[in-house]
């Protein structure tokens, strides 16, 4: 079972960098809570518990360096949100990252979105490598010069200098939404976004911060009959009039903001007709959807539920094309798993540029990858053994019962605290970043 | 005699039900450990736990009190030297908590 996914037959993932600390004793802030590359793949983005956000850069190819593509190494870093406190409510605003999104680059700056569960904010990273010299009324320190000694007048000029990369919130989006936000995306006309929390999801115009259009409520006027809520939504990759998002019971809403003001009536709802027989308490928990995600091409979209990830084609919305199991032998152990709370982690999934192939997490550090051509499926850690430059990185099987070969590993020596809920893919190459509680590592393909 | 067979044919049906639906076999040991767990599951209660999820605090004063413990935990041991201030003498104001912690950076941007 040979790494084969993701490209060729030739096709092996190795491990290329890893960013964080080793010890043992992970501070909560440190936890990573996003990643997500930018538009080109230049930039790497990350957010985490404590409200930061570190950007990484990916190295111009060097002519030595032929082996391998280029490392990402740190660019800028800053703190996106602080903790707040919400006075009606006496509860805590927390600091962490709940999303990052880039804005596709259109000037020499870049753009991001970052939200936690309230505020959403727009950075604007630039770059900063000269300075002027030479001014009249004020010498190099900075101090004013005594007028009265200042003789002749010259012309301030632009030298080089090293270079700065300066982080600034260029706006910031507040106080729309009552529950926590879950979701941001970036629309295809580079002009507005959409920002969803449980029960209701927000249009923005990305210059204006004092309003926003709200276009999705299913709040009951009864609290008491709530049944579902959001848990994620995306905008359509090429048509600005599109978006989806999913709820806890497994379902998918298509709207068309062109229909109406208020999307509540959906344009096309995705579900796949569950067997009444094999209803379970668990049943709702487990297809709760955690994250939806569209194609490249926006053809298809695909979620993922707390066992599989699955593939819709947009014009079939009676059930998916595809269906992948991520970790179907944690199936009989549910009840534990309800206990730990671990079946209500949230995974998110991403396909990778050409949409051939879907990655996402798992327990114990795993994280899993299928091809959706040839069907291969394979599972891969994020470990620190196995981290030497270049190093392939072996497949991983998880044993179900009986016996247990040499390699494998039995479903009750996973570690159901190494879990690798975020995972990205680069936008045009077999580059993956994956995020590993507070480490995040960078796996590329062998050039053979 | 014939209450063997009938025995083992029952026994069957349960084997076959846990072969068939592992998540039923879990539905029930859960059922076993929590006999009031509610009827409705994925209902209101679950979904009102998600939505209110944070920590709660008594008031501001409560969540700042909060905030100033986590902080002096965090700060260098250079604090814990400190002599407590008992009010016996004037405090300078090097004896005073700094008001706010310098930010620490992510580890990743090491």
Known sequence: ?448 | MSGGVEASTEEQQEMQDAVVSPEKTEEAKLKARYPHLGTKPGGSDLLRKRLQKGQKYFDSGDYNMAKAKMKNKQLPTAAAEKTEITGDHIPTPQDLPQRKQSLVASKLAV
Request: net charge negative; charged share 30%; proline share 3%.
């Open chain 1, 1 to 448: 079972m040979m790494a084969g996914v993701g490209g060729g037959n030739d096709f092996q993932w190795c491990f290329s960098q890893v960013k964080g600390a080793i010890d043992e004793d992970v501070a909560e802030a440190d936890i990573i809570s996003t990643v997500e590359f930018n538009c080109s793949g230049e930039l790497l983005a990350t957010g985490d518990k404590g409200g930061r956000v570190v950007i990484f850069q990916r190295e111009q190819e060097s002519k030595n360096r032929l082996l391998s593509r280029g490392e990402y190494n740190v660019y800028s870093t800053f703190q996106s949100h602080e903790p707040e406190f919400d006075y009606l409510k006496s509860l805590e605003i927390e600091e962490k990252i709940n999303k990052i999104r880039w804005l596709p680059q259109q000037n020499a700056a870049h753009f991001l979105l970052s939200a936690n569960d309230k505020t959403i904010k727009l950075w604007k990273i630039s770059e900063r490598d000269k300075r002027a010299e030479g001014y009249n009324l004020k010498d190099e320190d900075g101090r004013l010069r005594d007028q009265f000694r200042i003789t002749t007048l010259r012309v301030p000029v632009l030298m080089p200098m090293d270079l700065m990369v300066e982080a600034s919130p260029r706006r910031i989006f507040a106080n729309a939404h009552t529950y926590h936000i879950n979701s941001i995306s970036v629309n295809s006309d580079y002009e507005t976004y959409l920002s969803a929390d449980d029960l209701r999801i927000n249009l923005w115009h990305l210059e204006i911060t004092d309003r926003s259009f709200n276009i999705v409520d299913i709040k009951p006027a009864n609290m008491e009959e709530l049944t579902e809520v959001i848990t994620a939504a995306e905008c359509h990759p090429h048509q600005c009039n599109v978006f989806v998002y999913s709820s806890s019971k497994g379902t998918i809403r298509l709207c068309d903001t062109r229909a109406a003001a208020l999307c509540d009536r959906h344009s096309k709802f995705f579900e796949e007709p569950e067997d009444p027989s094999s209803r379970s308490f668990f049943s709702e928990i487990i297809s709760s959807i955690s994250d939806v995600k569209f194609s490249h091409s926006g053809r298809y979209m695909m979620t993922r539920d707390y066992l599989s990830v699955k593939v819709w084609d947009l014009n079939m919305e009676n059930r998916p094309v595809e269906t992948y199991q991520v970790h179907e032998y944690l199936r009989s152990k549910l009840c534990s798993l309800y206990e730990n709370d671990c079946i209500f982690d949230k995974f998110e999934c991403c396909w990778n540029g050409s949409d051939s192939a879907i990655m996402t997490g798992s327990y114990n550090n795993f994280f899993r990858m299928f091809d959706r051509n040839t069907r291969r499926d394979i599972t891969l850690e994020a470990s620190r053994e196995n981290s030497k430059p270049r190093a392939m990185l072996k497949p991983r099987k998880v044993c179900t019962g009986g016996k247990r070969k040499k390699d494998e590993i039995s479903v009750d020596s996973l570690d159901f605290n190494k879990k690798i809920l975020h995972t990205a893919w680069h936008p045009k190459e077999n580059v993956i970043a994956v995020a590993a509680t507070n480490n995040l590592y960078i796996f590329q393909d062998k050039i053979n």
